[in-house]
């Protein structure tokens, strides 16, 4: 079964640094997500993608944050400027369609630790 | 806004027996509602969804959700639970306008005892 791939799945980074996460969706979807979750906190959502522009964003996604289709298979979540509360676990995810007969296919994250 | 609140945060079931993992949520309509799992180390897996219809639903691995509007509540069960149950498990609500985003749960951590 086709799968939604992240690498890494552990990324340790010092405040301030840029990090980029990588994700491959499953190639015929066209619907991207990025959800994250905090240590011991819910997974909340934090963008969707679509038509190579964002879709939605939440209050979370600040100008810290952005995202990029760079070729036709890379879906990538960049943090500009890492501070402590960036540490979560983030996972990617993608869709066929829009709406929800179409569910989210996610991956098995990536776990960003900032020191 | 929607919102999900699952009241346990852990749960020991001996193998064998029964599974209720409670979930309410808080939305002005009828929402979308989901159970993903989550096993170590990998990442969140469809169970179950309701959209409408039958208020009981059946979902992989012998899972099933009752959607109890009465009750603003999706409670996941299982007759009998196995070892490999053994994960976090999230309850989910999705609005029934706009984008494919997800509000969740804080998950609760399944321990499944010998």
């Known amino acids: 079964e086709p799968e939604v791939t992240q690498t890494p799945s552990h990324q340790v980074t010092q405040m301030g640094q840029e990090v980029i996460l990588r994700c491959v969706p499953i190639s015929n979807h066209l619907y991207f997500y990025w959800y994250r979750q905090i240590l011991g906190q819910k997974v909340e959502f934090l963008v969707s993608?679509?038509?190579?522009?964002?879709?939605?964003k939440s209050e979370i996604f600040d100008d810290q944050f952005s995202v990029e289709r760079p070729d036709g298979s890379n879906f990538t979540l960049k943090i500009r400027s890492t501070k402590l509360e960036d540490s979560a676990m983030y996972f990617c995810?993608?869709?066929?369609?829009?709406?929800?007969?179409?569910?989210?296919?996610f991956g098995n994250g990536t776990r960003l630790t900032v020191t | 806004a929607q919102s999900v609140t699952q009241p346990d945060i852990h749960i020991t079931v001996s193998e064998g027996a029964s599974l209720e993992l409670r979930c309410n949520y808080s939305y002005g309509a009828t929402p979308y509602l989901f159970w993903y799992v989550q096993s170590p180390g990998q990442g969140l897996q469809l169970l179950l969804k309701y959209f409408s219809g039958d208020t009981l639903v059946q979902g992989i691995k012998g899972f099933e959700a009752e959607f109890k509007r009465s009750q603003s509540s999706f409670n996941l069960r299982k007759p009998s639970v196995h070892w490999s149950d053994a994960a976090e498990y999230f309850c989910?609500?999705?609005?029934?306008?706009?984008?494919?985003?997800?509000?969740f749960g804080k998950g609760t951590m399944l321990l499944v005892s010998p």
């Open positions: 995810a993608s869709s066929e369609k829009e709406g929800w007969n179409s569910p989210l296919h």
């Open positions: 989910a609500v999705g609005a029934r306008s706009g984008y494919s985003t997800l509000t």
């Open positions: 993608f679509y038509n190579n522009e964002i879709s939605e």
